[in-house]
């Protein structure tokens, strides 16, 4: 039985194939709509969620199955003391499969120790957040046309954003990426990121603190709100929460070909003018999100 927990736990080979499969279900989508008929997913977030729990839901039912589920922990056991540990095992009674948002990092890697279904992190704290990462990767193959030689620049808090910590370390695998990483000296990224990843692998990147002095090189801007739930104390937050706006006129120097990418949801870091532009890709990138957690559900129930 598989899971997705980290987002290396799918190799280069599997996330092509898993794109591919994406790609396949936009264009057929009546070919898959009765694919998962008679199966259930549960998504079970501790953690609140617009985007990855309704386009979980939205990809089983896209695929003729069934979903069931809480989405904050207060409507669950857990308030009285349950561990993730028991909830996975009784919830793998009800569902063939396990989406699972939880505040604590390693959580959903605790909860498939024990799972008798596989489970897919939907996001463990300031940790990973996989599902986004193909998400991501999906979005950049269909901008882009290729997942390769490209300049990317992560901007606003790299330090608590989960989905650039998955996407970095995914994107390493991949030939000739340039990584700029655009942030203050506070929220940059983590030293196990910097380790792991970047020294590990010997892959070279910039960490700056100005966006203009950057845009105009990139291909690829990946913008992220200031995470507001994992500071310690308030006032930070208020300080370092409006350090970047993206807007009209900040584009001005960025190249006709780039691609702005945002997990969402958006704060104040990108004007809402900004939208019209054809160089913003967050819509489409959340509606490619539910395509590639349709591609995922099949793999993991091997369909
Ligand atoms: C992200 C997350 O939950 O980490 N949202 C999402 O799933 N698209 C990003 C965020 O909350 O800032």
């Given at each position: 039985?598989?899971?997705?927990?980290?987002?290396?736990?799918?190799?280069?080979?599997?996330?092509?194939?898993?794109?591919?499969l994406a790609n396949d279900i936009i264009l057929h989508k009546?070919k898959y709509?009765?694919v998962?008929?008679?199966?259930?997913?549960?998504?079970?977030?501790?953690?609140?969620?617009?985007?990855?729990?309704?386009?979980?839901?939205?990809a089983?039912?896209e695929l003729?199955?069934?979903?069931?589920?809480?989405?904050?922990?207060?409507?669950?056991?857990?308030?009285?003391?349950?561990?993730?540990?028991?909830?996975?095992?009784?919830?793998?009674?009800?569902?063939?499969?396990?989406?699972?948002?939880?505040?604590?990092?390693?959580?959903?890697?605790?909860?498939?120790?024990?799972?008798?279904?596989?489970?897919?992190?939907?996001?463990?704290?300031?940790?990973?957040?996989?599902?986004?990462?193909?998400?991501?990767?999906?979005?950049?193959?269909?901008?882009?046309?290729?997942?390769?030689?490209?300049?990317?620049?992560?901007?606003?808090?790299?330090?608590?954003?989960?989905?650039?910590?998955?996407?970095?370390?995914?994107?390493?695998?991949?030939?000739?990426?340039?990584?700029?990483?655009?942030?203050?000296?506070?929220?940059?990224?983590?030293?196990?990121?910097?380790?792991?990843?970047?020294?590990?692998?010997?892959?070279?990147?910039?960490?700056?603190?100005?966006?203009?002095?950057?845009?105009?090189?990139?291909?690829?801007?990946?913008?992220?709100?200031?995470?507001?739930?994992?500071?310690?104390?308030?006032?930070?937050?208020?300080?370092?929460?409006?350090?970047?706006?993206?807007?009209?006129?900040?584009?001005?120097?960025?190249?006709?070909?780039?691609?702005?990418?945002?997990?969402?949801?958006?704060?104040?870091?990108?004007?809402?003018?900004?939208?019209?532009?054809?160089?913003?890709?967050?819509?489409?990138?959340?509606?490619?999100?539910k395509y590639v957690?349709m591609a995922?559900?099949m793999?993991?129930?091997?369909?």
């Amino acid at each position: 039985m598989r899971h997705l927990i980290d987002p290396m736990d799918l190799n280069v080979q599997e996330t092509k194939e898993l794109l591919a499969l994406a790609n396949d279900i936009i264009l057929h989508k009546d070919k898959y709509s009765e694919v998962c008929k008679g199966k259930k997913l549960a998504t079970l977030f501790f953690e609140p969620s617009t985007r990855t729990r309704l386009s979980f839901e939205a990809a089983m039912m896209e695929l003729g199955g069934n979903v069931l589920g809480f989405s904050s922990a207060d409507s669950s056991s857990a308030t009285k003391g349950e561990s993730v540990h028991d909830t996975v095992q009784v919830v793998g009674c009800y569902a063939d499969i396990i989406a699972m948002r939880h505040p604590k990092e390693g959580a959903p890697l605790l909860a498939s120790l024990k799972s008798p279904v596989p489970i897919i992190n939907a996001g463990d704290g300031g940790h990973y957040h996989p599902t986004q990462t193909l998400t991501d990767l999906l979005t950049i193959q269909r901008e882009k046309g290729r997942l390769e030689d490209f300049t990317i620049g992560f901007c606003g808090d790299l330090k608590f954003g989960r989905t650039v910590h998955s996407l970095i370390k995914a994107l390493s695998r991949y030939p000739n990426i340039r990584y700029i990483l655009i942030s203050p000296k506070e929220l940059q990224v983590p030293d196990y990121i910097r380790t792991e990843v970047f020294e590990n692998k010997h892959i070279s990147y910039r960490q700056v603190e100005s966006m203009d002095e950057v845009i105009g090189e990139l291909d690829v801007l990946y913008m992220t709100r200031v995470q507001r739930e994992r500071f310690f104390n308030e006032a930070d937050y208020i300080r370092l929460k409006d350090t970047y706006i993206l807007d009209t006129d900040k584009l001005k120097k960025a190249k006709q070909e780039l691609s702005i990418l945002h997990p969402l949801p958006r704060v104040n870091e990108i004007s809402t003018k900004v939208d019209d532009d054809p160089r913003a890709c967050y819509f489409r990138q959340a509606l490619n999100g539910k395509y590639v957690r349709m591609a995922l559900i099949m793999k993991l129930l091997e369909l």
